[in-house]
């Protein structure tokens, strides 16, 4: 009988070692976003002096304030996650608890106001790692790119990256079904689903009205 070894086997670690998948080639995720960049060696840190951050941070108010005359949203904290930026130093990489600590909220604020500066291009980010003492690679905190043109071809790759993002399949889990299937959901189709809801709300009012006519006319 001809003996088979493990690593012929079509689903053994040693095989599928070897080989990567569609995403991974492409620079993207099991859910197809597109990753972020993660630094790791000797690169370049992006520099901004204490002037210039601080026309960034007053680009940033007047942002502020053109949205609250638009009457638009926007996170409550963004201008104190944003000062805590400015004033963080010449190269900006603090930890999300250490802005949350700065700017007086909790980090999942921070995270909505970062969302929020990046759709506006006023920042871009991108992961980092270093190798620890045991010689692997462990994630440490993030670099930032304050970007003093809001309307420059930077700022407009950083809004398109975040809109991308923002659009990513999502993983889900459907009870026993496999938790690997991806839907993919977008603005648009949020939107005519919300649409079909409201025109299929009114048809099923308008038909009880027409019942309730209909039962009070005889």
Not at 131 to 139: D, F, L, P, T
Not at 185 to 199: C, G, S
Request: overall charge positive.
């Amino acid at each position: 009988m001809p003996t088979t070894l493990l690593s012929d086997t079509p689903n053994h670690p040693a095989r599928v070692g070897r080989s990567r998948s569609l995403a991974e080639i492409l620079g993207c995720d099991t859910g197809g976003a597109i990753k972020r960049r993660t630094l790791t060696g000797n690169y370049a840190e992006p520099r901004l002096e204490f002037p210039e951050r601080m026309k960034w941070l007053a680009k940033v108010q007047h942002e502020i304030a053109e949205c609250s005359a638009r009457k638009e949203g926007y996170p409550h904290k963004v201008a104190a996650v944003a000062r805590a930026l400015a004033y963080v130093g010449t190269v900006c990489r603090p930890s999300i608890e250490q802005i949350a600590a700065k700017a007086g909220c909790v980090p999942n604020t921070v995270k909505a106001c970062i969302a929020w500066l990046e759709e506006r291009g006023a920042l871009t980010w991108s992961h980092t790692a270093r190798r620890h003492k045991n010689g692997r690679m462990v994630r440490s905190s993030n670099l930032y790119t304050l970007i003093l043109n809001f309307r420059s071809m930077v700022a407009t790759v950083a809004r398109a990256m975040r809109a991308i993002w923002r659009e990513r399949p999502r993983v889900l889990s459907k009870g026993n079904e496999c938790p690997g299937v991806t839907q993919q959901v977008t603005f648009i189709e949020r939107f005519e689903a919300q649409q079909n809801l409201a025109a299929v709300t009114r048809q099923r009012q308008d038909e009880l009205a027409r019942l309730w006519q209909a039962r009070h006319a005889t």
